[in-house]
């Protein structure tokens, strides 16, 4: 049975948003939070909770330190016969191919703004429509899964900023155009998918930020 929540939250705030020279000298699967980073996950658990309560809970998360980081804060505030979580490779970030400096960081994004966010794709790195095509794969797995008869009310997505966005794109058919408008959710930001019992179908009840020339950040 379809769950009446689908839950996506970004990672809290992680060494590579604080500083993006932190690429260019460490693994990005490594990247760990940072301080705050672990505040704002744990928020996000007390908010959850608050908006969850007793309920059962299924998480998919990104394999990546940062998301599997945020998602620990988070599970501290359920009991743990509440819930069940596996890994998803499919839902870690766009890949950045291999960052040598911050200089080369800003040219990518200098370039990506110039040819369109979507189709741009980064040398050794992902396109966001790569990341389309794996959310997509995602998803079949994810219907699959609402198939069972003991499947949780509620499901919640840890994963990134990009992949967050291309996921509610694939969702609700957006367009490209339509994609290009939003930006990223902030770090630890919730972002909430509610079923109509009538219709069966989901509501997106967190209104997206509009984008600005600002570049987005993973």
Not at 30 to 50: C, F, N, P, V, W
Not at 190 to 204: G, P, S
Request: net charge neutral.
């Amino acid at each position: 049975m379809k769950p009446k929540r689908i839950i996506l939250v970004r990672h809290g705030e992680s060494e590579g948003n604080l500083d993006r020279n932190t690429y260019a000298s460490k693994q990005d699967f490594k990247l760990l939070l940072t301080s705050l980073g672990e505040h704002q996950a744990d928020e996000a658990g007390r908010s959850l909770r608050h908006l969850i309560g007793d309920e059962s809970i299924m998480f998919y998360l990104s394999p990546l330190w940062r998301t599997r980081l945020t998602f620990e804060h988070i599970a501290k505030h359920f009991q743990k016969e509440q819930y069940r979580w596996k890994e998803d490779p499919r839902l870690r970030e766009q890949e950045w191919g291999h960052f040598r400096d911050l200089k080369a960081n800003i040219q990518i994004d200098d370039e990506r703004n110039r040819f369109g966010t979507f189709y741009y794709r980064i040398k050794d790195g992902e396109s966001c429509a790569d990341v389309y095509d794996r959310v997509s794969d995602f998803m079949h797995s994810l219907y699959r899964d609402f198939e069972k008869s003991y499947f949780p009310e509620n499901v919640i997505i840890v994963t990134h900023g990009m992949t967050l966005r291309i996921f509610l794109m694939r969702w609700f058919h957006w367009t490209v155009e339509e994609f290009e408008t939003l930006r990223n959710p902030r770090n630890a930001e919730i972002v909430m998918m509610e079923r109509n019992d009538a219709t069966n179908k989901y509501r997106l009840v967190t209104e997206l930020k509009r984008k600005n020339i600002a570049p987005d950040d993973q």
